[in-house]
């Protein structure tokens, strides 16, 4: 079992910079890859950013240049550090971890970019 916990979501008007947080704990040692989606309302969820064990990235178009992720091994942590923020990017945030036996989602924490 993998628990996932965000946090660090807010309000930020645009332009501004947020940077969301994920701490896994449980079995870390089952987890394959850990990743960012968001969901807007009255959208699909989509991914944002993925980070694999070896530190592969990968990045949705509408986010590259703007979003970083990025992991903390030592503190089971994975970060998605957002930049030039736009209305777009409102959305509830996940964070996702695969393992071999199924994936895990964590609660979700609310991004908002409004003036």
């Known amino acids: 079992q993998v628990q996932l916990v965000e946090s660090g979501g807010g309000l930020v008007q645009p332009g501004g910079s947020l940077r969301v947080t994920c701490e896994a704990s449980?079995?870390?040692?089952?987890?394959?890859?850990m990743g960012w989606y968001r969901q807007a309302p009255g959208k699909q969820r989509e991914l944002v950013a993925t980070i694999t064990r070896g530190n592969t990235i990968n990045y949705a178009g509408s986010v590259m240049g703007r979003f970083t992720i990025s992991r903390d091994n030592a503190k089971n942590t994975v970060y998605l550090q957002m930049n030039s923020l736009k209305a777009e990017d409102t959305a509830v945030y996940y964070c996702?971890?695969?393992?071999?036996?199924?994936?895990?989602w964590g609660q979700g924490t609310q991004v908002t970019v409004s003036s």
């Open positions: 996702n971890a695969p393992t071999l036996a199924g994936k895990y």
């Open positions: 449980g079995t870390i040692s089952s987890i394959l890859a």
